[in-house]
């Protein structure tokens, strides 16, 4: 993606990103070079490599999965807290609007897991980290004798070890601090969780 300098942001901010907002759209490219995309739940794990890896599943019916042999990179896509900033919340002068947003390019290829507790495991990670290990929690021990292992064979589980990674924070370091400080004080006033969210990534990048 286009990533100015004064717009990068480390990988550590990356992993934070990818793990507070793990709904993700997972891309694709098929043998014509068309993009193929799914919106899908995708954890971010630390598996000792250089940049970790994400898991995940897809429906069995969902023919995305088909792809991940082709030897082209897939992309998965986060996004983070964004805004609409007004240029007449800035001092005085000829400005214009913009969108302040944080996002995350994750590029790998996927790989499928075949086998039965592979496929148990990921599922099992997932439904922690949404459910929480608290023992009033949902998980796949509720499911009766044998029902886990026959849910695997309606999806495709997957790991996608990351070959690279990208993280924009546009949240107009390229204003003065004036201007910036003005934004904040616009996001922070209003009635939406994005552009309070919004807000706080602001404060933290300010010099």
Do not use: C
């Amino acid at each position: 993606m286009y990533l100015p300098k004064h717009f990068a942001g480390d990988e550590a901010v990356g992993r934070e990103v990818m793990q507070a907002h793990s709904w993700a759209l997972l891309m694709t490219t098929d043998e014509a070079g068309a993009p193929f995309a799914t919106h899908l739940s995708l954890l971010w794990q630390d598996d000792g490599s250089e940049h970790g890896a994400l898991i995940g599943h897809l429906a069995r019916a969902n023919p995305h999965w088909k792809l991940f042999e082709r030897p082209a990179e897939s992309l998965a896509l986060f996004w983070g807290p964004h805004a609409y900033v007004s240029p007449t919340w800035y001092a005085p002068g000829p400005k214009v609007p913009t969108w302040n947003y944080v996002t995350v390019h994750a590029y790998g290829r996927p790989q499928i897991v075949e086998d039965t507790q592979g496929a148990l495991d990921i599922l099992t990670r997932l439904s922690t980290a949404y459910e929480g290990a608290d023992p009033s929690s949902w998980n796949l021990d509720r499911l009766p004798p044998g029902n886990a292992e026959a849910q695997t064979r309606g999806i495709v589980a997957f790991r996608m070890p990351l070959a690279r990674l990208q993280t924009k924070i546009k949240l107009s370091q390229n204003r003065d601090l004036e201007d910036r400080q003005r934004v904040i004080d616009r996001l922070d006033a209003s009635d939406s969780q994005d552009a309070q969210a919004t807000a706080r990534w602001m404060k933290r990048v300010l010099p």
